[in-house]
């Protein structure tokens, strides 16, 4: 109701007015912070903290010898965090690709462990030569089509091996997770329609041309064959996101600082 409303509203506007800092990702959330109640002189706007990711000098290394493993030439697409929906478009389209880049691999890393055998039984049952990290080691065989990562904590040493890259639950409900770990690592990103949870993000990605954003499988398959036939292309998508990554970094630093002040 509006008065419900109201007294929510009232609520945080008193809890507001009690906070001594506030860090703000951007001028549009340092403005509705104010317009909630907070003390405009205890608002600064420190940008996004996930735009200072530290991407370890090892990753590179660990890239390059894995590619040697596979191939250097053999096109490579990581899907990351996915979900049954990203799956639902991933895996089809891919079978369609292989008739364009019969070579192509797809390494596959489910956002959750208990979805682990089943993101593989779907690769098998879409007909792809499936192999997994937990038996094969850190590399697959050339054989291979589709590569499950099913362990913990290895997207970013994949996403480093990646000529391009998809950043998974943007095909479902989830709201996508974090395109700025591949871009980092001067990777295209290939998002899906739905990524609420980084719109801000998103949206500099797309504007600076380091991401491309599909609806259905369609066009997934369609982008994935125009940026993997284009080494041009994909070398100024990277390059964009290492650009942008690094114009928007000391966040992290501004936050410390502000901290420190108020210890």
Known sequence: SVERFQRMSGFVADVLQTVDWVGAQS??????????????????????IKFDLAVPASLEEKAEALRLRWGRQRPVLVAGSTHEADEQVILPAFIALLNILPDALLILVPRHPERFARAAQSAIAAGLQTELRSSQGEACSEQAQCF????????????????LTFVGGSFGEQGGHNPLEPAALGKPVLLGPNMENAREIT????????????????????????????????????????????????????????????L
């Open 148 to 163: 499950v990562i099913d362990t913990i904590g290895e997207l970013m040493s994949y996403y480093a091996c990646a000529d």
């Open 203 to 262: 949206d500099q990605l797309l504007q600076d041309g380091a991401a491309r954003q599909v609806n259905d499988q369609a066009a997934f398959k369609k982008t994935v064959a125009e940026i993997l036939s284009d080494g041009v292309l994909r070398d100024r998508m990277g390059q964009a996101g290492l650009a942008l990554l690094e114009r928007n970094k000391g966040a992290l630093k501004l936050t410390l600082k502000a901290v420190e002040k108020l």
């Open 27 to 48: 001028k549009a959330d340092a403005e509705r912070l104010v317009d909630c109640g907070a003390n405009p002189q205890c608002v600064d706007m420190t940008g996004n």
